[in-house]
């Protein structure tokens, strides 16, 4: 069974920066796309970035600019570098394949928490 992992969150102040860490074990990392979702309070979850295999990423347009997704296939890793936060992207963190969250369980996610 695929477990996912999520680590690295926490509470930082705007403009702040945090990065977040997804462990994949399983042996389906190295052929399929990730992707970090988030799900803010009381609001459905939603992607926030993908990456496939050979590295082409792509971003939703309120974190375009400010976030970077990345990998590392031969430890089954995937990150998100999330620079310039602002309150709005406080939530809780996931990964999953991506753009369709085909694992399951999820993991238990990471929190992030951006203050005024």
């Known amino acids: 069974q695929v477990q996912l992992v999520e680590s690295g969150g926490g509470l930082v102040q705007a403009g702040g920066s945090l990065r977040l860490t997804c462990a994949v074990s399983g042996g389906i990392f190295s052929i399929s796309a990730m992707g970090w979702y988030r799900q803010p309070p009381r609001k459905q979850r939603e992607l926030v970035a993908t990456i496939t295999r050979d590295g082409h990423t792509n971003y939703g347009d309120s974190v375009k600019g400010r976030f970077t997704i990345s990998r590392d296939n031969a430890k089954n890793m995937v990150y998100l570098q999330m620079n310039s936060l602002k309150p709005e992207d406080t939530a809780v963190y996931y990964c999953?394949?991506?753009?369709?969250?085909?694992?399951?369980?999820w993991g238990q996610g990471t929190q992030v928490t951006v203050s005024s």
């Open positions: 999953n394949t991506g753009p369709v969250p085909l694992l399951n369980p």
